[in-house]
């Protein structure tokens, strides 16, 4: 059971920046993906940037050019990056891990959420 435990939530002024930081407990070989979930309040949760094992990232596109995903396969860590960021921004972020054995079974595993609060 891989745990992934995120950090660098905050409240932060519109247009300043945050960096948050999921870190699985153990180093994962196989092929998979790490990235970001939000929800807000009343909102459904969005994915917001993932990045494969290959450094392959994608984003949506309310946060492309505002956002940078990456990861470090060393210390089983992922980061986001959040530059300029807005009000609507605000929401719970968590981090999640998707993982396909040698037999491509997949297994999923999320964070326990960390808050961003961007004030206007």
């Known amino acids: 059971q891989v745990h992934l435990v995120e950090s660098g939530g905050g409240l932060v002024q519109a247009g300043g920046s945050l960096r948050l930081s999921c870190a699985a407990s153990?180093?994962?070989?196989?092929?998979?993906?790490m990235g970001w979930y939000r929800q807000a309040p009343g909102k459904q949760r969005e994915l917001v940037a993932a990045?494969?094992?290959?450094?392959?990232?994608n984003y949506v596109d309310s946060v492309k050019g505002r956002f940078t995903i990456s990861r470090d396969n060393a210390d089983n860590t992922v980061y986001l990056q959040m530059n300029s960021l807005k009000p609507e921004d605000t929401a719970v972020y968590y981090c999640?891990?998707?993982?396909?054995?040698?037999?491509?079974?997949?297994?999923?595993?999320w964070g326990q959420g960390t808050q961003v609060t961007v004030s206007s």
């Open positions: 999640y891990l998707i993982v396909w054995d040698s037999s491509s079974y997949e297994s999923n595993y």
């Open positions: 153990e180093r994962i070989f196989t092929v998979n993906v």
């Open positions: 990045i494969t094992s290959a450094d392959s990232a």
